[in-house]
T-cell receptor, first 111, second 120 residues
């Protein structure tokens, strides 16, 4: 079951903040966040595990609420380099362990 | 540096040709690798799970005879698109990581740079 991301797209000016949400109808064991720039492979940002975890580095952080079956990615004081499509992935076991990705959130940062 | 290498980066070929894409884990052994396909402005859709020394596991709707996967060593998986047609044109990406069998693993999946396949 594919996690659902919101919003689908965000346009910001440099320095503004953004929140990207990822929710699932099934229990979440871990949430993976990736950023993909056009024509390139996804780049790993962070993983959050059960336990109400919060993580962050630089101005990008994330939280995980397993009761609500959702995770949020926070980008503060956005930089031009933050532009790209953000995907959340949830680890599931469907015959085998695999990572299922949401539909993505396209983030555009304008000067 | 890159931990997963994918080759080639792009391929343009005629309809009916078979194309092989390689995915290598560079500094770790990967008993499992994953193959994804991504159409423009869409998400990464898992095609199959490549298992070292055994048959690949294909997702529903993916033709196993069309997309042949071989995982002959702990560092190499190959995807062969057989008799490719224009509708097979897409961005194919592999991933590998240090999952230890737990859904709560904190080990990420690392992606190759992807292969852009264009069938004329």
């Amino acid at each position: 079951q594919q996690p659902v991301q919101s919003p689908q797209a965000v346009i910001l000016r440099e320095g503004e903040d953004a929140v990207i949400n990822c929710s699932s109808s099934k229990a979440l064991y871990s949430v993976h966040w990736y950023r993909q720039k056009h024509g390139e492979a996804p780049v790993f940002l962070m993983i959050l595990l059960k336990g109400g975890e919060q993580k962050g580095h630089d101005k990008i952080s994330a939280s995980f609420n397993e009761k609500k079956q959702q995770s949020s990615l926070y980008l503060t004081a956005s930089q031009l380099s933050y532009s790209g499509t953000y995907f959340c992935g949830t680890a599931v076991f469907q015959g085998a362990q695999k990572l299922v990705f949401g539909q993505g959130t396209r983030l555009t940062i304008n000067p | 540096g890159a931990v997963v290498s994918q080759h080639p980066s792009w391929v343009i070929c005629k309809s009916g040709t078979s194309v092989k894409i390689e995915c290598r884990s560079l500094d770790f052994q990967a008993t499992t690798m994953f193959w994804y396909r991504q159409f423009p402005k869409q998400s990464l859709m898992l095609m199959a799970t490549s298992n070292e020394g055994s048959k690949a596991t294909y997702e529903q709707g993916v033709e196993k005879d069309k997309f042949l996967i071989n995982h002959a060593s702990l560092t190499l998986s190959t995807l062969t698109v057989t008799s490719a047609h224009p509708e097979d044109s897409s961005f194919y990406i592999c991933s590998a990581g240090g999952w230890g069998g737990s859904l709560e693993s904190d080990q990420p999946q690392h992606f190759g740079d992807g292969t852009r396949l264009s069938i004329l």
